[in-house]
């Protein structure tokens, strides 16, 4: 039996953060139930090539009319999923989605007044390979206003839903962009208490992977589990 190794202290946000706003409401006031797993829960569905179609992971093209492109500065992302002996996680199942170059997703709720892209539906999944490699090509989101605490506003970011080999091993996060000036005003981001946590949901520019005149490369590798994983929506600290 391979034996997990903890978490480390203080490392995933808390249920309840202040600052943000909306976990006063949803954070849970009961201790948590362990429910026991079914087998259809272990086992399955997985998710094969044959499962994704030739743009899935291209952002710039999966939702463009034919001859045009998503607006915006094109960018790839692209790193390696691992354990936490550093192995790689393969047949891993990415989803991923986000706002446009003006920070307005393509949802019927988003009220922001910035443009939509006819070009951009905002999502896309890729699947690691045998080295636990992903990558995907996209529009660099912007920036957008969020009813917090009256003047909040997102730091560029990317959503990530990963799937392991069974339905239920799912976790979600989020990626942001070295240099960002508003990653340290983000009550979200904040909620993490650990500097060198939130430091891990940070892409790094990677100018060896940049495609010269056309795709800026940013690097974001994700650690599944031990005490450099990386922190997820889905793990408050003591779930």
Request: one cysteine or more.
């Amino acid at each position: 039996m391979t034996l997990l190794r903890p978490r480390a202290p203080g490392w995933h946000p808390p249920a309840l953060a202040p600052d943000y706003r909306s976990t006063r409401l949803r954070a849970p006031t009961a201790p948590p139930l362990t429910l026991p797993s079914a087998g259809v829960e272990l086992t399955g569905p997985v998710f094969g090539h044959g499962d994704l179609g030739p743009l899935d992971g291209d952002l710039h093209l999966n939702f463009a009319q034919q001859g045009e492109s998503a607006l915006g500065p094109r960018i790839r992302v692209h790193g390696k999923v691992v354990d936490e002996d550093d192995r790689p996680v393969t047949g891993a199942l990415i989803e991923v989605w986000q706002a446009n170059a003006g920070g307005r997703y393509r949802h019927m709720k988003d009220g922001y007044l910035a443009p939509l892209d006819p070009n951009f539906g905002g999502c896309g999944r890729v699947l690691t390979d045998a080295e636990g490699r992903y990558a995907f090509r996209t529009i660099q989101p912007g920036p957008y206003p969020w009813p917090n605490g009256g003047n909040d506003w997102r730091p560029a970011h990317i959503h990530l839903s990963l799937f392991g080999r069974a339905f239920a091993q799912r976790l979600v996060t989020q990626l942001y962009f070295e240099g960002d000036p508003f990653i340290p005003h983000c009550p979200i981001l904040c909620a993490i208490p650990r500097p060198e946590a939130r430091d891990r949901l940070t892409a790094r520019l990677d100018l060896d992977a940049t495609e010269p005149m056309d795709t800026v490369a940013w690097r974001f590798d994700i650690v599944l589990r031990g005490v450099a994983q990386t922190p997820f929506e889905t793990q408050p600290e003591g779930q």
